[in-house]
């Protein structure tokens, strides 16, 4: 595998189910991305994990929980979701945290919460 | 605060025909980098160019350019002869230098592109 991987590509899940999404970066980078993207809205920034430390968390509701065990995976757990919450979610690495590096994205995860 | 602009929502040409998309950006920062991303209709946002804020020199890839304009803090993309592959949403994005937001890459809404045949 090469690149940024995630899992499911597709996930459709009740409001009180929980599951997890999955990324996994194959490029030896230390920070990794979780986004979301809505119809009609640009990228919205969730975390930022560097080192597998969270670094950024931009007043993204508790019902999703990230999890960076280490620096290659990247979790984030859902629960409790509301209609709402059904977007892509893309998940994305960069050699560092730093402005000068490009991310790169994996495939996404198209969620739909009903 | 950083900010960028891509005021084509959506454009759609024919294939061959020449296209540019265009982005605007605000930063109060000397230090900053421009980005485009392609998104094609898999989902995948894929990385085209980069470009640091002292280079202003023109890029060429293939059928791709760039025009980057300090002066008018514009960072425009260019596709000719285009073809039905190209159609996509395109992203402009900026990120200021660490010292100030860190790795925050803030992104325009998009431009839809359809190259028809």
């Known amino acids: 595998e090469t690149g940024v991987t995630q899992t499911p590509r597709h996930l459709v899940m009740g409001m009180t189910n929980k599951k997890s999404l999955k990324c996994e970066q194959h490029?030896?980078?230390?920070?990794m991305y979780w986004y979301k993207q809505s119809a009609k809205k640009p990228l919205e920034l969730m975390f930022v994990?560097?080192?597998?430390?969270?670094?950024e968390n931009n007043s993204v509701p508790s019902r999703f929980s990230p999890e960076c065990p280490n620096s290659s995976h990247l979790f984030l757990h859902l629960h409790t979701l509301q209609p709402e919450d059904s977007a892509l979610y893309l998940c994305?690495?960069?050699?560092?945290?730093?402005?000068?590096?490009?991310?790169?994205f994996g495939p996404g995860t198209r969620l739909t919460v009903t | 605060a950083q900010k960028v602009t891509q005021a084509q929502t959506e454009i759609s040409v024919v294939e061959k025909e020449d296209v540019t998309l265009d982005c605007v950006y605000e930063?109060?920062?000397?230090?900053?980098?421009l980005f485009w991303y392609k998104q094609p209709p898999s989902g995948e946002l894929v990385f085209l160019i980069r470009?640091?804020?002292?280079?202003?020199q023109n890029e060429i890839s293939g059928r791709y350019s760039w025009n980057f304009q300090k002066s008018t803090s514009s960072f425009n993309f260019t596709i000719t002869a285009s073809q039905v592959v190209d159609s996509a949403v395109y992203f402009c994005?900026?990120?200021?230098?660490?010292?100030?937001?860190?790795?925050?890459?803030?992104f325009g809404e998009g431009t839809q592109l359809t190259v028809n045949p």
């Open positions: 994305a690495s960069s050699q560092d945290r730093r402005g000068a590096y490009e991310q790169y």
């Open positions: 490029l030896g980078h230390n920070a």
């Open positions: 994990y560097s080192l597998e430390e969270r670094v």
């Open positions: 930063t109060r920062d000397t230090t900053y980098y």
């Open positions: 470009r640091n804020s002292f280079d202003e």
């Open positions: 994005a900026l990120s200021e230098a660490w010292e100030t937001s860190g790795s925050r890459l803030t």
